[in-house]
């Protein structure tokens, strides 16, 4: 069974610029959500994909944006990057929407805004 | 409004037991989750309640009480791999839709 994996593992911006982020699901996990953890804090929930389109998200603002694909690999967009965004970027899957929830969480994108 | 109060440090002595308390405020309420995560490491599930009372795993135990939002995890015999970050959490629903809301974690420091 593979496991849920993120690409790329680290990468450096600067201000305003764009990244996209990735994410691999784990085999037969149709749901898939993205997190943000600053260092130190817990990790703060962004949006979730479920069979491709968006259920729920969390506050924060539009220029987070995401995907999620038929084979229910999914991206995380951040536009105009500001240097706040700075944190380890987490993605989980789960099997299916609400049941017992087990998160199966990514290595996660650590990415630096200078 | 949506908050998860947890300790931010515990120190407990190898073999010993100890309880890590959550306390939260949310609508919508559809399940308490922990997690476990060592430094540098993704979360690792550890236990999911959804109705109030106890689950028992292995040397890891979780409460919850809905009326009281509040739940605890039961960490015993601990072992020194036992040091890490613990997040609680809590899952909303509304509308059709989920959300996650995590705790900013407990550190926990096992002694020999």
């Known amino acids: 069974e593979t496991g849920v994996t993120q690409s790329p593992t680290h990468l450096i911006k600067t201000r305003g610029q764009q990244v996209t982020l990735r994410c691999s699901s784990q085999?037969?996990?149709?749901?898939v959500s993205w997190y943000q953890q600053a260092l130190g804090q817990g990790p703060q929930f962004i949006f979730q994909?479920?069979?491709?389109?968006?259920?729920g998200r969390g506050n924060f603002p539009p220029r987070f944006s995401g995907l999620q694909f038929p084979n229910y690999s999914s991206e995380l967009n951040v536009n105009a990057l500001e240097l706040d965004d700075s944190a380890l970027y987490l993605c989980?899957?789960?099997?299916?929407?609400?049941?017992?929830?087990?998160?199966?969480f990514g290595e996660g994108s650590r990415l630096t805004v200078l | 409004g949506q908050n998860i109060d947890q300790p931010t440090e515990m120190t407990a002595t190898e073999g010993a037991i100890v309880q890590i308390n959550c306390t939260y405020q949310t609508s919508g309420f559809n399940g308490l989750f922990w997690y476990q995560q060592h430094a540098g490491e993704a979360p690792t599930f550890l236990s999911y309640?959804?109705?109030?009372g106890l689950e028992e795993k292995g040397r890891f135990s979780s409460f919850l009480s809905r009326s009281k939002g509040y739940s605890y995890l039961l960490l015993k015999e601990l072992q020194m791999k036992d040091s890490a970050s613990y997040l609680c959490a809590v899952r909303e629903t509304g509308s059709g839709t989920y959300k996650y809301i995590f705790g900013t974690g407990t550190r926990l420091k096992v002694l020999a």
């Open positions: 994909y479920y069979r491709e389109e968006e259920n």
């Open positions: 989980a899957s789960s099997l299916e929407l609400g049941n017992t929830g087990e998160l199966f």
């Open positions: 309640n959804v109705l109030d």
């Open positions: 085999s037969g996990h149709n749901t």
